[in-house]
């Protein structure tokens, strides 16, 4: 695996944090050292402590409160983190869309990812015309790998259910349903954005996340979510935490200092209720 280099690397831990200051329990999150982003360190004891025993509005604040600051690393220093490190699952330099999976080698950073437009660039499962902005932009927590045309494709659609496509991703007449991504128009005849099957939980535990941290008593603009909330509950259900996606969410504490608790704690989602 490409490791960033200590140029790279003291940058990014001189960033100065997002919002008013950290907890103590994410001022050095453990394992992490000063040359590199690899090590993945897991969720003190006590991280969720304030949560315990609440629901709805109650948890929804205290959630807020406990992940919500974070180091900023530049939208560049996410990506070279993301590609370079984050999503290089094997250690191999090969990292994949998640929308397709569609394997890209030889890859260092987000430049080398690209490859001149053949090759991956950065989703917002948070669309960045909707308020993934400043901070946002950089949040790993929604940040994935994706194919340039996908993402394209994707733009800035609602995710939903497909009741009648018109794109799939990738375009191969073998592929079964569920393996492959899709654009379309769901049962309300509204354009949607359907993830294979494998990636469905990741999108709604990264949309709560975001909502979470900067839609609730925030800015930004919930017209998707308004529409998708449900649909993201029941992939949620469908689509369960996996190994992967822990690795992903210990890896990007060590990077930025904060968490995705519907990872941590899937129940945190039927806990909250109604998330607006």
Request: proline share 4%; aromatic share 10%; with cysteine.
């Amino acid at each position: 695996m490409k490791r960033l280099n200590l140029a790279l690397t003291g940058l990014l831990m001189g960033t100065l944090l997002v919002g008013c200051g950290m907890p103590s329990a994410l001022t050095a999150p453990q394992g992490t050292n000063s040359s590199s982003f690899s090590v993945r360190a897991s969720a003190p004891a006590d991280y969720y402590r304030d949560a315990q025993g609440k629901t709805g509005m109650a948890l929804l604040s205290t959630l807020k409160s406990t992940v919500s600051k974070h180091k900023d690393l530049g939208y560049s220093g996410a990506r070279d983190v993301m590609f370079g490190d984050l999503d290089d699952d094997q250690d191999n330099n090969v990292v994949d869309c998640v929308y397709t999976g569609m394997e890209i080698k030889n890859v260092i950073d987000s430049s080398s990812a690209y490859k001149n437009g053949a090759g991956l660039n950065t989703e917002h499962t948070w669309p960045q015309s909707l308020g993934a902005t400043g901070a946002a932009k950089a949040d790993l927590h929604h940040l994935f790998p994706t194919d340039v045309e996908t993402n394209g494709a994707r733009s800035s659609h609602p995710f939903g259910d497909v009741a009648k496509s018109t794109h799939l991703f990738p375009e191969f007449a073998f592929m079964t349903s569920g393996n492959q991504s899709v654009l379309g128009v769901d049962a309300q005849g509204r354009t949607v954005f359907e993830p294979r099957d494998v990636h469905k939980g990741n999108v709604a535990r990264a949309i709560f996340y975001f909502y979470t941290v900067y839609g609730f008593q925030g800015n930004a603009d919930l017209s998707n979510f308004r529409m998708e909330q449900e649909v993201l509950k029941k992939w949620h259900t469908l689509d369960p935490v996996d190994a992967s996606e822990r690795k992903r969410n210990d890896g990007i504490y060590s990077a930025q200092g904060n968490r995705n608790p519907f990872i941590d704690n899937p129940a945190f989602i039927e806990a909250v209720g109604k998330f607006n």
